[in-house]
């Protein structure tokens, strides 16, 4: 008699953290606005501002994905490994200035969606950790964040509260820029870079990619070059990435329909987002905002910064940094630019520890799962509050410097 095999052992699915927050989050702020904790009046009006920033995410992440499978991060990542001539510390230099220079002239979302593929890319052809590379696109995303208003979200509310023009508010935050991207840089090469480097500081840089399909890869290429030249020109950027995603989807259409299904859709990060603020808006009504002012207290000068520095980035991990700026500028009079620019800052600087704790954190976390890359928890945590607290302890002083 033949004895039957056993049974394939059957994977017990599991669904991830971020899954789960983002249908606890989405169910939480539903509730809120259903049972009147939050008011209708307000529930709509916190949709009617946030329609815009779905818009951008969903179209954004699904651009980022088409242009990964047609190539272009491959393309871009080894033109960047062979300008480094194969020297680690030129590598570094140069990854490290592409995220700062893409940040500080388009937005940091921009930067987390589009270069952090580059980098992964990069870190797959030269057969190296992608832990480094791609921490300096998350880290640099948001410590880079400060000069333009542009740059971030936070930075257009803030220039419209304390009423200074572009020029005028970039001078104003030239030196905290320079002090938070020099920390950044310092504690990337110290905690990531130098202890992954190969042996003697070299590599083989490789040979150029060629794209599987050169059309796709042009079309691409374009509607990536279009979405950036949108945002330079000043068009809204939620229709900037629609109209850019078109042009690609329709490359797809008739080079690879397979490639598109609806699982490119990033369903959970938009429910995510939509839950995280209809909750923070309830809790700002129901004692949040009351936190936020005792937090940041009545002090003024040095003291009074540091304060809102430290509230700022404190929230922002605790929320996500757009509620938490938010938060705190309901509570600090507009005349108050010292306070208001230092907040800033810790809503910019400090959202590194938590994956929430701003878009651009949230939009990386994304690009890293869909390329499968795991950064070390532990690690990414220690290090990154330790540049939460020294990037922001740095900028707020250099502002103090300029004040």
Known sequence: MTLAAPPEPTTRWRPHP???????????????????LLPRA????????????????????????????????????????RA????WAALFLLCGGLATLTTLVLNLDTTAVLLT?????LARNLRIPAAPLAVTTVWLANTASLLLPVSNLTNLLAA???????LTYAARMALPQIAAVAVTMAVLWFGWWRRDRPVGGRFVPPARHVPADPVLHRTALAGCLLFVAGILAGVEIGLASTVALALVLVGFL???PATLRPGLVPVRLLFFVTGLFLVVQTLGRHGLDDLVGNLLGADGGALGALRAGGTGA????????????????SVLPSADHTRLLA?????????????????????????????????????????????AVTGTLAAVGALLLVS
């Open 18 to 36: 971020l899954d789960v927050a983002a249908a606890v989050l989405a169910v939480v702020g539903a509730a809120c606005a259903l049972s009147g």
């Open 42 to 81: 307000e529930t709509t009006q916190t949709l009617h501002r946030i329609l815009p920033l779905l818009l951008f995410l969903g179209t954004v992440i699904v651009l980022a994905e088409l242009t990964a499978v047609a190539g272009v991060f491959d393309v871009l990542a080894s033109g960047l490994a």
């Open 84 to 87: 480094s001539r194969g020297s």
């Open 117 to 121: 593929p580059v980098l992964l890319a």
């Open 160 to 166: 419209d509260r304390v009423g200074l023009a572009p």
């Open 254 to 256: 008739v080079r690879s």
């Open 314 to 329: 404190l929230l922002a991990n605790g929320v996500n940094n757009l509620p938490a700026y938010l938060a705190g500028e």
């Open 343 to 387: 907040l800033l800052i810790g809503t910019n600087v400090g959202p590194l520890a938590a994956p929430w704790a701003s878009l651009a954190t949230l939009l990386w976390f994304e690009r890293c799962r869909a390329a499968g890359v795991a950064v070390p928890v532990t690690r990414f945590v220690l290090t990154s509050t330790l540049l």
